[in-house]
């Protein structure tokens, strides 16, 4: 498995995917980068886009790195 990408900031908007084994969607709702520790929240979908938690204020740690990477936007 590659290594975590620890660049990435979340950005309300975005939508990250999780890492294997799983495939869900994280639609960025907020990031606090000013409370101690950094914290995000999120709606977790899954891969028919049904909303399956909300998630407020998780620790934006190396836990989210290891869990959620950047969608990247494919064309062609």
């Known amino acids: 498995m590659a290594a975590p990408d620890l660049i990435s900031l979340p950005k309300p908007g975005e939508v990250w ?4 084994p799983y495939l869900m ?3 960025i709702v907020a ?4 409370h101690e520790p950094a914290v995000v929240s999120y709606e977790l979908h899954d891969d028919d886009g049904s909303i399956l938690a909300a998630v407020e204020h998780a620790t934006l740690d190396h836990g989210w790195w290891r869990t959620f990477q950047p969608l990247e936007p494919r064309y062609g």
């Open 17 to 20: 995917l999780s890492r294997p």
């Open 25 to 27: 969607l994280a639609r």
């Open 31 to 34: 990031v606090d980068l000013e």
